[in-house]
């Protein structure tokens, strides 16, 4: 069936979000020993849209809000075809709840539920989540962490800021290199505390820098994009 | 304004193309002195759906035609709000014309046509193309390179197959590592015998592998997917 992606937080994460899908295709299609050609990969919709900057909203309700622009796309997303739909951010999942209610007609996935199924699949009883301020303030992953038994470890406040400059001074403002020096720093401190704990990266920007900056050669890092994008693929070819 | 990509001919390559319009919003925005922000790009929708084998029903009117499914992808583009849009495939353009009598509420741009005023503008009076056996049969780029004054060179009968080995057995089924030695040698003959021409990778899986075979640095390689992402942001900001 038709799946769409809510996106355009940022365009960049977008696009490495369906880049992620059509791997995971390709993975299932191999997996299930049918032929990877144009033909045979799931019809999908991504939706780059300009929607408000999710963390601001989180902390300043008169700020520009984010779930009009997410519901305008999520209908016509459905409009289009769609019948399950990811959303490329994570702190946007603070509107999972309401969007879902807004727009009924479709499945839409939770990154965090589908990250803690996967991290207990893979038998991993404790993690670090390096994030916005925006997700660790509505601790979008506490609870399905708890529900999955995975113990949750987090950066100091410190770290925590570097990951915001490395989020929005480096990936989203295009400096890499800025990015990767920011999010290596926060890996070592994580790691220097709590040893070698796999690092969930639950910002779709992290992931565009951090598996390279030569720091992190040899670290566990899961990405919860990967997660939501073979949770969606699963989906589209008709399982659960 | 909002705009279109009519994507998955092949999937790889319309994730591709959507990095590609994401890259040209950013030197957009960098050109003009504005922030780059997820807010400051322009909505683009990406239809990534399965459209019948385009090289294969050029050359054989009894096998499935892909003009149905461009329409219904264009046509839902257009009902989510593109005004313009562009097709991340070369051989699709066989259907240009039908396809934007078909769906005339918005402006398709067509990829030879955008190239070839680049490469006017660039300077470039000679360009090898390196294409599908469809873009050849059809003339794609004939018309639009006599009109901008660029001589065109071709590769021979034997390296035209090597294309498509590396385009179908490489790059659409997943082995980089083919589609890396089969277009390197045919750029490779191409040089033998035109000199350090241009390579025109008219076809938006070779860009997906022949910049990373060894054998092609230093070579002068022409991207008409860069070319047409960039003429399609210019449209979404307004400009022509």
């Known amino acids: ?39 045979a990969f799931p019809e999908h919709w991504i939706a780059q849209v300009p929607v408000a900057d999710r963390t601001q909203a989180l902390r300043d309700p008169a700020a520009p809000q984010p779930l009009e622009g997410l519901v305008s796309a999520l209908e016509r997303l459905v409009a289009v075809g769609a019948r399950a739909a990811a959303m490329s951010c994570n702190t946007a999942h603070a509107w999972h709840a309401a969007l879902q209610e807004r727009v009924p007609g479709v499945e839409l996935l939770h990154i965090a539920r589908e990250t803690a199924a996967e991290l207990q699949r893979r038998g991993i009883r404790r993690a670090a989540l390096l994030a916005t301020q925006g997700t660790y303030g ?103």
Do not use: N
Not at 9 to 38: I, K, Y
Not at 147 to 166: F, N, R, Y
């Open 1 to 39: 069936m038709t799946v769409g992606i809510v996106a355009g937080m940022g365009p960049a994460a977008g696009v490495d979000f369906a880049r992620l899908f059509v791997r995971a295709s390709e993975q299932w299609l191999r997996a299930h020993g049918q032929p990877v050609r144009d033909q």
């Open 138 to 240: 509505m601790g979008l992953y506490d609870e399905a962490f708890a529900t999955h038994g995975v113990e949750c470890v987090l950066p100091s406040a410190e770290a925590k800021e570097w990951l915001m400059e490395g989020i929005y001074d480096g990936v989203k403002a295009g400096d890499m290199a800025l990015a990767r020096r920011r999010f290596a720093k926060v890996g070592q401190a994580v790691r220097a505390q709590h040893g070698d704990v796999p690092l969930v990266m639950a910002c779709t920007e992290i992931p565009l820098a951090l598996p390279d900056a030569p720091e992190a050669a040899g670290w566990t890092m899961v990405d919860p994009s990967e997660i939501l994008a073979a949770a969606l693929v699963s989906r589209a070819y008709g399982g659960r």
